[in-house]
């Protein structure tokens, strides 16, 4: 089956600063990949996601890039602000499937 | 509104005694499933169905049953809750090969 593997576990970062989350997978055959931001005692509700058709997507201040052939993506966050705090998940779905495969999630902390 | 909606928000039991969260979804989503959430474990499945009377284990079903009468719920139970059964759950529904979308969780502690 698909194994989704995510790092890093804990990212902290100034204001301002850039993050990136990685994402690689095993399952060639998976072509749709959401993102999630879970925040503190909330549910993890989607942000971003690309299909396997498209190499970049960009979504203001969030953008999401694919590289097929090594099997990774990831997770770009510009300008990162504190309400950018929060843990991240990355998920893999293979096409005609309702099931994802979630990586073990990012705590992404921003610090004022 | 579309919306999954779990209750309750908030459950303290003892051990042994039987419970049911409650799910319900009103987007007609073929797709639902249950997730426990503990500190570093991330999200894991405990049981899912893709359409109503099918549902299948997850990766951690143990001391659970679910069951799928009607499209738009998808009730958890807990027949004998114990104290590893403490966690943060979240049910999700979705359409083929699309985003989940997730309930706002039900913090269960069992003592």
């Known amino acids: 089956g698909e194994n989704v593997e995510q790092h890093p576990s804990t990212l902290s970062v100034q204001e301002g600063d850039s993050a990136v989350i990685k994402c690689t997978y095993s399952d060639s055959a998976s072509n749709y990949f959401p993102w999630y931001k879970q925040e503190l005692g909330k549910r993890p509700q989607l942000i971003i996601d690309i299909r396997s058709n498209v190499g970049e997507k960009k979504d203001q201040r969030i953008a999401v890039t694919l590289n097929k052939t090594a099997k990774h993506f990831s997770l770009h966050i510009t300008e990162t602000q504190p309400e950018d705090s929060a843990v991240y998940f990355c998920?893999?779905?293979?096409?005609?499937?309702?099931?994802?495969?979630f990586g073990r999630g990012t705590s992404l902390i921003v610090h004022p | 509104e579309a919306q999954v909606t779990q209750n309750p928000r908030y459950l303290i039991t003892v051990t042994g005694k039987k419970l049911t969260v409650t799910c319900s979804q009103n987007?007609?989503?073929?797709?639902m499933s249950w997730y426990r959430q503990d500190p570093g474990l991330g999200l894991r499945q405990i049981y899912y169905?893709?359409?109503?009377?099918?549902?299948d284990k997850g990766d951690v079903p143990e001391g659970y049953k679910v069951s799928r009468k009607e499209k738009r719920n998808f009730p958890l139970i807990l027949e004998s809750p114990s104290p590893n059964q403490t966690s943060l759950y979240f049910c999700a529904s979705s359409l083929q090969n699309s985003p989940l979308h997730f309930g706002n969780g039900t913090r269960l502690t069992v003592t």
């Open positions: 987007m007609n989503h073929e797709y």
């Open positions: 169905s893709m359409n109503v009377e099918v549902t």
């Open positions: 998920a893999a779905l293979s096409g005609g499937s309702y099931i994802p495969t």
